[in-house]
C-alpha cells in the first residue's frame, strides 16, 4: 500500500462518538410510533375504535404496545455488536394482538379492493415511523443491519396497524386480516430483504 494513500487515509479518518444506551434509542423509537399513532389518530379520526368492543381491544392495545417496545428494544440492542435481544416479546404481543382481530372478526364479503385501501391510507404513517427509525438508528452496527431492519419495520408496520384499526369500522375477518393486521409482517419482511439485498448488492461491486 502506497504512502500517499496511507497519507489520504488517515487525513479522512475522523473520531466517531460512541453510541448512547440501548434504552436511549428504544425510548426514542417508541415515542416516535406513539407520536405517528397520535398524529395518525388526530387526522383520520376514531370510527374503528368505536366499532369493536372491549374484550377486542384489551387484547388489541396490550399486545401491540408489547410489539411497538419490543420491536423498539431489540432494535437498539442490535445497533451494537455485543447487544442481546430478540423478537420474542415482539412477536408475542403481535399473535395477541391478532387474537383480538379473531374475536371481532366476523364473516361476511372480503373485498380485497378495500383492504388494498386500508394498505394504503395506512402506509403514510408507517413510512413516517420508519424514517424516524432510520435517523435514530441509522449508526447501526453493519453485520446486525439486517436484525435492526427487521424490527424497526416491524415498529413501523405496527403503527400503521394501530392507526388503521382505530379508524376503520369494518369487522369482516378477512378485511381485518389483509388490510390491518399484516401490515407488521409486511414491513419487516420488506425492510429485512431490502437491507439484506443492498449489502449483498454492495458485496458484489
Known amino acids: 500500500m502506497s504512502a500517499p494513500f496511507l497519507d489520504q487515509l488517515k487525513a479522512d479518518t475522523r473520531p466517531v462518538s460512541p453510541l448512547r444506551p440501548a ?4 425510548l426514542g423509537a ?33 399486545g ?7 420491536s423498539s428494544w431489540a432494535a437498539a ?25 379473531f374475536y371481532a372478526g366476523e364473516s361476511g364479503s372480503f373485498s380485497p379492493w378495500l383492504a388494498f385501501k386500508c394498505f394504503l391510507i395506512a402506509t403514510p404513517f ?3 415511523t420508519a424514517l424516524g427509525s432510520f435517523f435514530l438508528l441509522r449508526r447501526s452496527f453493519g453485520p446486525r443491519s439486517n436484525s435492526t431492519a427487521l424490527a424497526a419495520g416491524l415498529l413501523s408496520g405496527t403503527v400503521g396497524f394501530l392507526v388503521i384499526q382505530i379508524l376503520c369500522p ?6 381485518l386480516l389483509a388490510g390491518h393486521g399484516i401490515l407488521p409482517f409486511f414491513w419487516g419482511f420488506l425492510a429485512y430483504s431490502t437491507v ?7 458485496s458484489r461491486l
Not at 434504552?23 to 428504544?26: K, R
Open 126 to 128: 408507517v413510512t413516517v
Open 30 to 62: 417508541s415515542l416516535i410510533s406513539l407520536l405517528v399513532v397520535a398524529l395518525g389518530i388526530r387526522i383520520m379520526g376514531t370510527k374503528g375504535w368505536y366499532s369493536l368492543d372491549t374484550i377486542a381491544w384489551a387484547l388489541l392495545l396490550p
Open 77 to 101: 440492542q442490535w445497533m451494537g455488536p455485543t447487544g442481546r435481544a430478540t423478537l420474542h416479546m415482539a412477536l408475542a404481543g403481535y399473535a395477541v394482538g391478532l387474537g383480538g382481530l
Open 23 to 26: 434504552w436511549q434509542y428504544a
Open 170 to 175: 369494518i369487522k369482516e375477518l378477512g378485511h
Open 196 to 202: 439484506k439485498l443492498s449489502y449483498s448488492l454492495k
Open 64 to 70: 401491540l404496545a408489547l410489539t411497538l417496545f419490543g
